[in-house]
């Protein structure tokens, strides 16, 4: 309402901040599909958490940072798939979030160049996955995305050392303890070489 000094909602009942930048609780009932409305720079930790009967989300390009657990266990969500990972956002970028693997028997998983962040427990179980690639596309990796995945061998990604840091976010120890290879320094020997990968 006009009254409430702190927070705002939408006529689905979307709970949001006053000025409506941050998207803070969709009703676990909501089903569907539900549009966040352009302007939203941030989409809570819990936002979408088990809204296990909504269909899809679309999300705009204002989006600049996605919680941890934001849209888990939202189990019907149509996704878009690209090398062994389900993909949602909007129809510019389809691949904006990763939200999961597309089996844990996986063993290396090329996320796509488009992708701006990795959802909690994405990857989780993936006892198997052993490479990674990324492009520098990615803005936030959540808490826990590579959740049990001790088979991490090799990380490839397609930017500096410094943006690596700024991008792992929360506990993410088994992206740590891989090897990790960066093509993202102004050098000869440290452009990527591989154009599938970067």
Known sequence: SDY?????????GVLFDKNKETLICVPAGKYGTYNVPDGVVTISENAVYGCSNLTGVTIPDSVQHVGDYAFYDCKKLACTTYDNAKYIGNSNNPYMVLLAATS??????????????IESYAFS????????FMQDSIIGIASYAFSRCSAIKNITYCGTEAQWNEIVLGDNSELLKATRTYHGEATAEANCTTPSVC
């Open 4 to 12: 409430n000094k702190n927070y705002s909602s939408d006529d689905a």
């Open 104 to 117: 844990t028997g996986i063993t290396s998983c090329m996320v796509h160049p488009q992708t701006r962040f």
């Open 125 to 132: 179980s993936c006892t198997a996955l052993k490479d990674i």
